[in-house]
């Protein structure tokens, strides 16, 4: 999985991505990072990007030119176009199954914005996926960006020591995660539901799942309507 990345603030991007597994995934190669700042590709000498909008209005739009040339010279590296995403809020919002769908592709360029925006045309020339990760406005484009990559990043063979967590993650199948449980056996007056420590495991299957769809039930009801609709039809 080669993450490729269109920002101004390059720091934000590479402090998260070279943490924890993410960055172990980076190390072991599971994982190519590649930041770009845009800033670079502009022709100003004092390195701005943005200006006033046409037809007025507050803040300031990015340019489209030294976007253009960012993706220019990403494109010219790989050989080819890559699948763009434009992290905004008019964009489908973010959900699991596009995690396991972006997974399949080899390269991703997430395009991270900033002010009131980037110039609609560059948009129209290289953006293929518009894609929101809630109906709230950021800062900019970094923080979604960092987490459709480590969402996605969860799908790809080698990211996790054991890949059948990522089987078994909340919305693998539609449903909530089921509570999970370590040492010690009784904490605070609590205790580990016995059927934890039984070893049966065709029981501690069936009570998984139980609890999967009480929590998904209670806690979502709108994920539980529809994965009943699906499963028990």
């Not at 909008?53 to 960012?70: D, F, I, N, S």
């Not at 959900?95 to 948009?123: N, P, T």
């Not at 919305?171 to 539901?193: A, H, N």
Request: overall charge negative; hydrophobic content about 35%.
């Amino acid at each position: 999985m080669n993450y490729y990345v269109m920002t101004l603030f390059p720091e934000m991007i590479e402090s998260c991505m070279n943490t924890s597994i993410l960055g172990r995934a980076v190390e072991a190669g599971h994982i190519k990072l590649e930041v770009r700042n845009i800033r670079d590709y502009t022709l100003d000498k004092h390195k701005k990007v943005d200006d006033y909008p046409y037809g007025g209005g507050a803040g300031m739009v990015m340019e489209a030119e030294p976007v253009y040339r960012c993706f220019e010279s990403i494109c010219s590296e790989l050989g080819e176009r890559p699948r763009v995403v434009y992290l905004t809020p008019q964009g489908q919002v973010f959900r699991q199954e596009m995690a396991r769908e972006y997974s399949a592709e080899k390269s991703i360029l997430f395009l991270c914005g900033h002010y009131e925006g980037i110039d609609e045309r560059v948009l129209e020339e290289i953006v293929t996926d518009y894609v929101s990760i809630g109906d709230y406005v950021l800062t900019g484009g970094e923080l979604p960006a960092l987490v459709m990559m480590d969402a996605i990043a969860r799908m790809v063979p080698g990211v996790l020591n054991n890949d059948v967590s990522a089987q078994t993650d909340s919305f693998s199948d539609g449903l909530l995660e089921y509570p999970q449980y370590t040492r010690p056996v009784e904490f605070m007056g609590r205790s580990v539901p016995d059927v934890l420590l039984s070893g049966h495991h065709e029981k501690i299957s069936n009570w998984r799942q139980e609890q999967s769809e009480i929590r998904t039930r209670e806690r979502r009801p709108d994920l539980y309507e529809k994965w009943k609709t699906e499963n028990l039809s």
